[in-house]
């Protein structure tokens, strides 16, 4: 059982129930960035099936809190409800609808560095600066959990830089593509982190310095290149496939 879980569990009821002093919404929470980081780190495999009442038992709570959890992450497409067989986990994105996602975000994220290095407060600018930080202690770490939860900081990295932009449609429209969760669920070593660092910091920069240009233009370079190392990934495994 990962360091995730153990914490949902330490904090839940023995019993399944929700503990005192804590709300439904505040345990369903928990649930759901547990299971997320499960996902990405591929501790829960793309096509498997997850079931509200093993995840109940796995987890130490109630099948409330799973529930809930589990509509967030259909809504999000995370998941897809199976008809009297729980929910599924959706296959790897494929080829196509990458570079459909890879469109969208060279048509949003530059708009919103721009307007982030116009936007953003002090303390926004601080939390990117937070996030890079934690990035940067991940990056030495190894194996999946640490590897997800660095994909799960590169996302709240974007999400943030949408936030300070002020433009509530633009952050909506990004978050419900998920694209980072997909993403880094492609991935089989942690080359792609490193690189990435040096691509956030150049964000960063411009923004703090309050240069949307600048900030524009190193948003749209790291999504290109990040572009470039995901396409990579798509044909390293269909040479394997062609081998095999």
């Known amino acids: 059982m990962d360091d995730e879980v153990m914490i949902v569990r330490r904090r839940g009821a023995t019993t399944g129930g929700t503990p005192p002093g804590r709300s439904r919404g505040r345990l369903a929470d928990e649930v759901y960035d547990t299971l997320l980081g499960q996902l990405m780190s591929l501790r829960i495999e793309p096509g498997s099936r997850v079931t509200i009442d093993v995840l109940a038992r796995e987890l130490g709570v109630s099948q409330t809190p799973i529930r809930d959890a589990l509509n967030r992450m259909e809504a999000e497409g995370l998941v897809v409800r199976v008809p009297h067989a729980g929910y599924r986990i959706p296959p790897q994105i494929t080829r196509h609808r990458f570079e459909d996602l890879l469109e969208l975000r060279l048509l949003l994220e530059p708009a919103a560095a721009r307007r982030s ?11 990117l600066r937070r996030l890079l930080e934690e990035m940067a202690e991940l990056e030495e770490g190894n194996g999946p959990m640490a590897y997800g ?19 509530q449609v633009i952050r909506e429209a990004l978050a419900r593509l998920h694209t980072h969760v997909h993403l880094f669920r492609l991935l089989h070593d942690t080359q792609v982190t490193h690189l990435a660092m040096a691509e956030h910091e150049e964000v960063l920069t411009a923004i703090a310095a309050r240069d949307p240009d600048a900030a524009a233009y190193a948003m749209r370079r790291h999504i290109l290149l990040s572009g470039e190392r ?12 062609e081998m095999a």
């Open 230 to 241: 995901f396409r990579r990934l798509f044909d390293d495994v269909k040479d394997a496939d």
């Open 149 to 167: 939860a660095f994909g799960l900081r590169d996302a709240a990295f974007h999400d943030l830089v949408a936030l300070s932009a002020a433009n």
């Open 117 to 127: 290095a116009e936007r953003a407060s002090l303390q926004q600018v601080a939390g």
